[in-house]
């Protein structure tokens, strides 16, 4: 079992059995971060619960992952890098979007802003270096890779990864009554979608009337 | 706070930055979304305590200058955290003490003298709608408070019902309870998680000098300058969880403090974490001022923490005549 499920897997357990103190759980990829009320459990009784709880991890079912699907539209202006990527990749765009939109994604955490999936699947022949010098501005929905990861920006928000496409549904919608779509342990897929769809869903988005296919 | 909104403030002036805050957004730091909630969460209860509303109930934040706001109806107020001067219709008000606006009062305050956060609290709590279970403002994900920014010019602030019909007898909190800012205090702080990335000089840097506190400080985090923090190998690690107080260092040595609208994750090497009673202490330093580290180990932090908690619940407001 890699580390990044053995990590999800110990978050698990601690939701399931309500460990007694336990006030909020962080995720990442080799870490979880624990927050605790020390006057409910103190640091080494609360340890010695989780180093129990972290060897059972390695064998805990958890629940079925969710399949989420993206509709994504690799096209101009929505994907700013993907014939640079191409090229230090030597890849035809087409051969780089195909091999992007045909892989399946896992959700190993989410963080630095709301509600942004950093996630792993990408085929081996995609890891890229990070950009020289990260962009000030990265449009919301730009769906991007960078070393072996690929991410989606939920916000306007600094970024370093490449540019190949953007989706239009919102990750993070702070008005809605879930406001971020996607979670640890998330499979995702990319819909390839043409410019005149993604201009369709995308108003759709803003009038509240489109949901992205989960199972 | 149930039931309709029942009274009104009026926003004349914001000041430069004034959000609503509560005890913050829990459980949602897994989605990346920090708790928010007030820097100096002493001052804050106290102001809520004054007007007889729940510990966590929602009020105001304000930075370094406070508002101008008008009572559209009869309202309780209280004013606490950075010194800075309170007037009512133009006459001296007293901080730290519970006051009764008349509909059409204005209330003003003026420049912090010490501190740098400050804490309007009304009777019934701010009564925007809550998002994700908490009123507090979390400004770069435009959520909670008033629309998910900060005050504005013309606001007008729908307060909760008063947890008591009649209004709260005026008490003050007592002059010895009452924090001092300024100085050059003495923060604590637990090593780790990954102190063991740091150079010997390094952690003596850290814990043997003073630092100057930056003006690129915000709620997200407190950025520091002073004796360069060495690295002993590299000072990127896989990203990982960020607790309130973390202390960041990155490649130019120099630590950042994160605070309450922190990052959920970041990938820079941690050498410490500030003990959550000092954090209101590091939130009231102004720009310019020092600021010296010292660690303790969690056995001590944890005690610290428990006489900090049974001093807050222990402070006893004076009544006034």
Redesign the interface.
Same mark, same amino acid.
């Given at each position: 079992m890699d580390v990044n499920t053995r990590v999800r897997a110990l978050e698990y357990l601690i939701a399931h059995k309500a460990v007694a103190g336990v006030v909020e759980t962080v995720p990442t990829y080799s870490a979880l971060l624990v927050y605790y009320d020390p006057s409910i459990v103190g640091y080494d009784a609360l340890c010695g619960q989780l180093a129990t709880l972290a060897e059972q991890a390695t064998t805990t079912a958890m629940p079925p992952a969710r399949e989420v699907q993206l509709p994504c539209c690799y096209e101009g202006e929505l994907g700013p890098d993907l014939e640079a990527a191409a090229q230090r990749l030597t890849l035809s765009v087409d051969e780089l979007v195909r091999l992007h939109a045909g892989a399946e994604y896992l959700v190993y955490f989410i963080g630095f802003t709301p509600g942004l999936p950093y996630m792993t699947g990408a085929p081996e022949r995609l890891t890229i270096a990070r950009l020289d010098s990260p962009r000030v501005k990265v449009p919301a929905g730009s769906v991007a890779i960078g070393g072996i990861q690929c991410c989606i920006y939920p916000v306007e928000s600094p970024g370093g990864f490449w540019l190949l496409g953007r989706t239009p549904v919102r990750l993070y919608d702070p008005d809605a009554a879930a406001p971020i779509l996607l979670k640890p342990g998330d499979r995702v897929r990319f819909r390839r979608i043409e410019r005149r769809e993604y201009d369709d869903i995308a108003a759709r988005v803003a009038a509240g009337r489109f949901q992205p296919v989960i199972r | 706070m149930s039931g309709p909104p029942v009274e009104m403030i009026r926003v004349l002036d914001p000041g430069p930055l004034t959000t609503v805050q509560d005890a913050g957004r $829990? +459980? %949602?730091? =897994?989605? @990346? /979304?920090p708790p928010s909630g007030p820097v100096d969460r002493r001052s804050f209860v106290l102001a809520n305590r004054l007007v007889g509303n729940p510990d966590g109930a929602a009020a105001l934040e304000f930075t370094l200058i406070g508002p101008r706001l008008r009572a559209e109806k009869p309202c309780i107020i209280a004013v606490t955290g950075a010194d800075a001067p309170v007037t009512v219709d133009d006459a001296a008000a007293p901080a730290w003490t519970t006051l009764t606006l008349a509909a059409g009062d204005v209330v003003k305050i003026g420049a912090a003298r010490a501190g740098v956060r400050g804490y309007v609290a009304v009777a019934g709590g701010i009564d925007v709608p809550p !998002? #994700?279970g908490s009123r507090a403002t979390y400004l =770069? @994900?435009?959520? +909670?408070g008033v629309q $998910?920014r900060a005050l504005a010019r013309d606001d007008g602030l729908p307060l909760g019902a008063a947890a008591t019909a009649t209004a709260p007898r005026r008490r003050a909190v007592p002059l010895d309870a009452r924090p001092q800012w300024g100085g050059e205090p003495v923060l604590r702080v637990v090593l780790g998680p990954q102190a063991e990335r740091f150079t010997e000089d390094g952690i003596a840097a850290f814990l043997g000098s003073s630092y100057q506190l930056l003006p690129q400080s915000d709620r997200m985090g407190t950025r520091l300058n002073g004796a360069r923090i060495t690295h002993a190998r590299g000072h990127d690690i /896989? &990203? *990982? +969880? /960020?607790?309130l107080g973390t202390v960041q260092v990155p490649g130019d040595g120099q630590p950042i403090v994160m605070l309450v609208d922190r %990052? &959920?994750? $970041?990938g820079y090497t941690k050498i410490a974490t500030v003990c959550s009673f000092d954090i209101a202490r590091i939130g009231q330093a102004k720009p310019g001022q020092r600021l010296r580290f010292t660690a303790v180990d !969690?056995?001590a932090a944890?005690r610290l #923490?428990?006489e900090s *908690?049974a001093a807050l619940a222990g402070v006893e407001l004076q009544e006034i005549a």
């Open positions: - | $829990g +459980g %949602q730091m =897994r989605y @990346g /979304i !998002v #994700l =770069r @994900g435009r959520m +909670g $998910g /896989i &990203s *990982d +969880g /960020i607790a %990052q &959920s994750t $970041g !969690v056995a944890h #923490l428990e *908690d």
